[in-house]
């Protein structure tokens, strides 16, 4: 006997399209407007205070990210995925991303 296809959608396709909105979300020009980078801008700041040496020994004056936020704007708030850096490691960092990405 026939039976009717399953009418939920698969489990990956969910997540994916809950990456695509955070990604989408990332990109909205009105962002800082939102709150958002100001709560950034907080809690790196409390960050650098607990971690104030760069992972190079300098004196870390930016919070980087391990994963790239260009790839991962999800992590973007996850202190898991911070590091204390210096403005030279940073600039690395993005040169190293952007080859990466193409
Ligand atoms: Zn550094």
Redesign the pocket.
Known sequence: MPRAAPSHRPAFLAAMNRQARAEAEARRPGARRRGYDTEFQREAAAYLKAHPT???G?PAVLVRHKISIRRRPDLRMDPANWLP??Q??NAKDTWRDRKKEG
Request: charged share 10%; glycine share 12%; aromatic share 0%.
């Open positions: 760069c992972t190079c300098r850096g210096c030279s490691c």
